[in-house]
């Protein structure tokens, strides 16, 4: 079981940037597809990016051009770089691991960011 411990949210104007990290306890996460999520107060958790094992990223079409994701595997962990954030950025913020099936199985506890 990786243990996924999200940080770095907070509350910023809207057009700052916030960077998030996700440390993960597993000596595999240099395997893994790793991901970043987010879900707002009665809305479906929705995909925000995801690095595969060959560092390709991927985005939702709404934060394209405005967020980052790279992955550490010396650190075992995935960060998000988020620019130019708008106040529709506002959610808790979690960080997901495929455990290599291709398929996310595990999130972790989340981050809030609160853009005003």
């Known amino acids: 079981h990786v243990q996924l411990v999200e940080s770095g949210g907070g509350s910023v104007q809207a057009g700052g940037s916030l960077r998030l990290s996700c440390a993960t306890s597993t000596y595999m996460f240099g395997s893994y597809c790793m991901g970043w999520f987010r879900q707002e107060p009665g809305k479906e958790r929705e995909g925000v990016a995801s690095?595969?094992?060959?560092?390709?990223?991927s985005y939702s079409d709404s934060v394209k051009g405005r967020f980052t994701i790279s992955r550490d595997n010396a650190k075992n962990t995935v960060y998000l770089q988020m620019n130019s954030l708008k106040s529709e950025d506002t959610a808790l913020y979690y960080c997901a691991t495929d455990y290599g099936s291709g398929a996310f199985a595990a999130w972790g506890q989340g981050t809030q960011v609160t853009v005003s």
């Open positions: 690095v595969g094992v060959d560092d390709r990223p």
